[in-house]
């Protein structure tokens, strides 16, 4: 993506630091691109940013994010500017449908597009940024499959509000918007590594009515009700609509795969109706089982990591790094375990310059060329 000191963090945005930094990466890099990560806390701040690049005629896109990492701890100010050293294609996809029939055929549409900057790149990665209030990624990430395939690495993550109200949080050079996607397609890039670390329990359930990422019943009953029942009987505690907010978030579901691949799906609101709603869709028939917070694995998670860095070959210590880190695990292991993971990591990786931001739901295969899944309570690490 970037050659040497591709990232830079800004600890706050103003003109005159915007303009020097911008400049000298123009200078030596006529063909540049940004990609810039904001915290929620500085959303007022884009315009400014959008001028800057569009007086300079520098191609921008980019995220607005709960927080951003940075020197081993999250923040709430500043930017982190990630330089392309050429600008890579990219797509700003608003409005996009929910619907089964309309999201295949926008996703043909958009897969047409992409496949013509292939041009025979042996590796290459479609890195995604979805406003988190899409109800339906887990299937644009099927429609993508199925007409992109192996011929690229999938990776990406979900932007916008912690608080989970509507944000508009993707941006470009001109605009700002919600409800879409942007998809940057990577050339010469061997994708991204993701792990969330936990070892699921061995009683099974069955999502038996869902529709998007809310679950109507589990086992054919009110989905809270059982929800309910399983922490009342794993881990002795009740739930109930006062303190589900309280607890929900340190157990979570965990949808298991066929090849005991487990994919964490955080509550993050409950319904009149007992229905609970997750971040990312759950398909019906789901085998789910409850997850807790003590069984997540922090070295594991990040030996995983470390292993996959490795595994990809032709990077060396010290490489730029970009790492995503979800905001659910965030509440679920609490502010001081979750910063002793961030700076864990960046002990383990020194002397990479690490730049990143906190997210809303991570996209990536349980193997490096693997099919694309939407996840919850994840790290993912990629080289910039």
Not at 23 to 51: F, H, I, M, N, V
Request: glycine share 8%.
């Amino acid at each position: 993506m970037g050659h040497k000191d591709a990232l830079h963090y800004l600890p706050s945005i103003a003109p005159a630091e915007l303009d020097d930094i911008l400049s000298r990466w123009q200078s030596a890099y006529p063909q540049a691109g940004l990609c810039a990560l904001l915290p929620e806390a500085e959303k007022d701040k884009l315009p400014l940013l959008q001028t800057a690049c569009r007086n300079k005629a520098l191609p921008l896109v980019g995220g607005i994010f709960p927080a951003l990492l940075e020197g081993g701890v999250f923040r709430t100010q500043g930017v982190w500017l990630l330089r392309f050293d050429r600008m890579p294609p990219t797509m700003l996809l608003e409005d996009l449908p929910t619907d089964a029939e309309a999201t295949e055929a926008r996703m043909r549409e958009v897969c047409a597009s992409l496949v013509s900057h292939l041009n025979g790149t042996a590796h290459a990665t479609l890195f995604m940024l979805f406003d988190a209030m899409q109800p339906n990624i887990g299937s644009i990430l099927d429609a993508l499959y199925l007409n992109l395939a192996n011929r690229v690495h999938y990776a990406g993550v979900n932007a916008g509000s912690e608080t989970f109200q509507p944000m508009p949080c993707l941006f470009d050079a001109e605009r700002v918007i919600g409800n879409g996607a942007l998809f940057m397609l990577i050339p010469d890039h061997q994708g991204a590594i993701l792990e969330h670390g936990y070892h699921a329990p061995t009683r099974t359930v069955y999502a038996t009515s869902t529709e998007g990422n809310r679950i109507a019943q589990i086992d054919w009953r009110p989905a809270f009700e059982v929800y309910q029942e399983l922490v009342r009987e794993q881990y002795g505690i009740e739930i109930d609509q006062q303190n589900f907010y309280e607890h929900a978030v340190h157990f979570p579901f965990g949808i298991v795969r066929a090849n005991h691949h487990v994919v964490v799906r955080i509550p993050v609101a409950l319904n009149d109706d007992g229905s609970l709603f997750c971040v990312g869709e759950v398909p019906a028939n789901s085998v789910l089982t409850l997850l807790e917070r003590p069984e997540v694995d922090t070295h594991e998670t990040l030996r995983v990591l470390m292993d996959g860095l490795q595994a990809m070959g032709d990077g060396k210590k010290g490489d730029d790094l970009l790492l995503f880190y979800c905001a659910g695990r965030r509440m679920h292991l609490g502010m001081e375990q979750a910063t002793a993971e961030l700076q864990e990591f960046s002990s383990r990786t020194s002397p990479s310059n690490i730049a990143g931001a906190l997210s809303l739901g991570e996209i990536g295969g349980s193997t490096l060329h693997g099919y694309p899944l939407f996840h919850n309570a994840t790290l993912v690490v990629a080289r910039w």
